[in-house]
């Protein structure tokens, strides 16, 4: 039976980075996938389960602006969305909603009757993408895609990864519904069960946008994994995950059915206590197109959740190949786009405070069907200018008796 896991994988040469500039060793960045065993039962509340709660260490600070926000360029639509009015749920480990970019902004709630504190640190690298505060005029370069969004924490493990279904999962869907959540992140995969089919059409009734991650493999499960839940069920937002130099990620899940992608390997983002800079999975990118969703669903507050996930694939940026779906996912032109059939009236100018901005979403340039149209259009310029110039020299020079190839004649004047 595969494992329910967290959907981050380990950054390559984690120790190596660690040893230069103090990042959290290669199990901070997220262990190699593997079965853990399976939860031991949950006590009742009144002897809840002892739990060691020792997420790896954090660095203390980020020095540059991630590749990932420069490449996304969220920030510009800030001046129209941030989110503001949109409930973007986290089901994952938990949340440090103490975290100094996140405090004041977070809501928990505790599946697993321990704590709310993240004990594996993946919810917050999640949270921190999705919806970290702008504190760059503080010298802290990571801001989150929706700010102004409210984030739900719905902790539902203590653990990296478990031999079969959780329980929790689905509860953790129904629960983050029923707290009016509009985009449920889920960087999570599960096998397929009744009760996970279940809470996600149960989700989608509350008219929530479920984004789930596509999964990550390593080189060992290449060839034998399939299809990740809850990111392959229908009208599921699966999320893959791409390299800065826009490639599949090679622990990208393309076996599961992927909508859209964004960037997932290299990533820089929250950390309990700190920030963790080299992550590296689907559940990262997922997180991308979270909060990339809070911001149309607060700019476009008519839209449904299967029109906001298709304005987010149509003006995603091209496929990259087999497991980028739509491709990279675009902010600025899946909030100002002006889609085919949904008209004027989707809320833009309402949600934004001003008038909505119509930009036709654009396909990224090809280079060899240019090259082919400019060398067409200069030879029929250059077509047109011979026939022109034909019907202008030509009877002059008859009229001087010019022949081709022959001087023409010289006028005799009459004596």
Not at 121 to 127: F, N, R
Not at 151 to 171: E, I, Y
Not at 371 to 385: D, E, F, H, K
Request: hydrophobic content about 40%.
């Amino acid at each position: 039976m595969r494992a329910l896991k967290l959907g981050g994988l380990a950054a390559a040469g984690a120790l190596g980075l660690a040893a230069l500039i103090g990042t959290p060793s290669a199990a901070a960045v997220k262990p190699t996938p593997k079965p853990t065993g399976s939860p031991k039962a949950t006590p009742s509340r009144s002897a809840p389960p002892a739990v060691q709660c020792t997420p790896p260490q954090p660095i203390a600070a980020l020095q540059t602006e991630p590749w990932a926000q420069q490449r996304l360029d969220f920030t510009r639509v800030w001046n129209l969305t941030r989110g503001k009015g949109v409930t973007v749920a986290v089901v994952d480990s938990g949340v440090d909603a103490g975290h100094k970019q996140l405090a004041g902004h977070v809501t928990s709630i505790d599946l697993t009757h321990t704590m709310n504190r993240d004990c594996v640190g993946h919810g917050t690298a999640v949270a921190g993408i999705i919806a970290a505060q702008d504190r760059r005029s503080r010298n802290l370069p990571f801001v989150g895609v929706a700010p102004a969004a409210r984030l739900l924490s719905v902790k539902f493990t203590n653990q990296d990864h478990t031999d079969g279904a959780d329980p929790n999962l689905p509860l953790a869907i129904r629960t983050a519904a029923d707290h009016k959540a509009k985009v449920i992140n889920v960087s999570v995969t599960s096998p397929d069960t009744a009760a996970l089919r279940s809470a996600v059409r149960y989700a989608q009734a509350h008219d929530a946008l479920v984004v789930a991650a596509a999964g990550n493999v390593t080189d060992q499960d290449k060839g034998t994994t399939g299809p990740a839940y809850p990111a392959a069920y229908p009208d599921v937002m699966g999320v893959g995950s791409l390299s800065p130099d826009g490639s599949v990620a090679d622990s990208s899940n393309t076996v599961t059915r992927v909508s859209v992608s964004a960037p997932g390997k290299q990533v820089a983002t929250l950390w309990p206590g700190g920030y963790a800079p080299n992550e590296e999975g689907t559940s990262f990118a997922a997180a991308y197109v979270s909060g990339t969703a809070a911001l149309v669903r607060a700019y476009h507050p008519k839209l449904d959740f299967k029109q906001v996930k298709r304005r987010l694939e149509a003006t995603a940026d091209g496929s990259s190949g087999t497991g980028s779906g739509a491709g990279m996912i675009n902010p600025v032109q899946a909030v100002t786009a002006l889609l085919p059939g949904e008209g004027t009236d989707s809320g833009g100018a309402a949600a934004g405070g001003g008038q909505a901005i119509h930009i036709t979403y654009r396909n990224r340039p090809d280079r060899q069907t240019r090259s082919v149209a400019l060398t067409v259009t200069g030879i029929a310029l250059g077509g047109t200018a011979a026939a022109v110039a034909g019907g202008i020299f030509i009877p002059m020079g008859r009229r001087r008796r010019w022949k081709p190839g022959t001087h023409p004649a010289p006028d005799r004047q009459d004596s």
